[in-house]
């Protein structure tokens, strides 16, 4: 799979406002592609996270959204709830025995028992929810401006924030997240690229340019069929990455940036 970095260089410029004459990005890296799984094309996928062997992934759409447990390997459901149809459910994730999800713009989060996905809560946020991840200490959410919110994983108040940027220009439309060896990759919506974040700084240290999965995919990502979901098995060192109604996952290897 080959790309003109030149090209990606200029699309990141007008993607985080910087003009397009200037070509003063992080780092760009590619990838190939480890091995190809199977993905539900019903899922909107807002949210995605890989915990002893199987994807926890939820969904969006107003009366479609989802949580749902599948296996790798066979794209098999284990277990699924409905989200509330007055919601469009955004991104997930775990913390011990709690999955706690974001909703769009009802300013609602809904808690559930990761063994059973019965509800049993509901915590508040201001602003809009896109998407969660952690580390061992704190959660970080996304809200689709160039902010990451950090939260208290036991009272879900927010204890911080960062502003994301590249050469100084915020990036905007940070959406699904995911923690990998202490760095935190963002989707950038309706792009095929995910930034890589140093989240002491909030500076964009590189990117992650993926277009060459859409043909893979058999998806345009033109419409809502846009990259969206990285998982990373920390065990087993291995990223995954999918989009919105994407017949496949992805576990990809990371190429060296340029």
């Known amino acids: 799979m080959k790309f003109s970095f030149a090209g990606v260089a200029l699309a ?70 409905i989200v509330d149809s007055r919601y469009f459910g955004e991104g997930v994730v775990d913390w011990k025995n709690r999955l706690y999800e974001l909703t769009w713009t009802d300013q609602v989060g809904l808690i559930y028992d990761i063994d059973t996905f019965e509800k049993i809560g509901e915590f508040s946020y201001p602003g809009e929810g896109w998407a969660l991840t952690r580390d061992d200490k704190r959660l970080m959410m996304s809200d689709g401006t160039s902010f990451i919110r950090f939260l208290d994983p036991e009272t879900l108040k927010e204890i911080g924030r960062i502003e994301v940027t590249d050469h100084g220009v915020p990036v905007r439309n940070l959406n699904e997240l995911e923690w ?29 340019e993926l277009a060459g999965l859409l043909k893979e995919a058999g998806v345009t990502g033109k419409q809502d069929d846009v990259l969206n979901g990285i998982a990373y098995d920390a065990a087993g060192d291995r990223l995954f990455v999918t989009g919105k109604l994407w017949p496949k996952l992805f576990e990809i290897k990371l190429a060296p940036q340029r």
């Not at 406002?17 to 200037?22: Q, R, V």
């Not at 990838?31 to 799984?37: I, S």
């Not at 060896?181 to 964009?204: C, H, M, P, Y």
């Open 12 to 81: 990141l410029t007008l993607a985080v406002g910087l003009p397009a004459c200037s070509q003063q990005t992080a780092p760009v890296g590619g990838y190939t592609v480890v091995k190809t799984y199977p993905h539900d094309t019903r899922a909107f996928t807002e949210g995605l996270f890989y915990r002893d062997g199987f994807i926890f992934e939820s969904t969006g759409l107003v009366g479609r959204s989802f949580i749902r447990k599948w296996n790798l390997e066979t794209g098999v459901s284990e277990q699924e709830r």
């Open 180 to 208: 990998v060896k202490g760095e935190l990759f963002a989707n950038v919506w309706q792009t095929t690229r995910i930034a890589r974040i140093d989240v002491s700084t909030g500076k964009v240290t590189g990117w992650i």
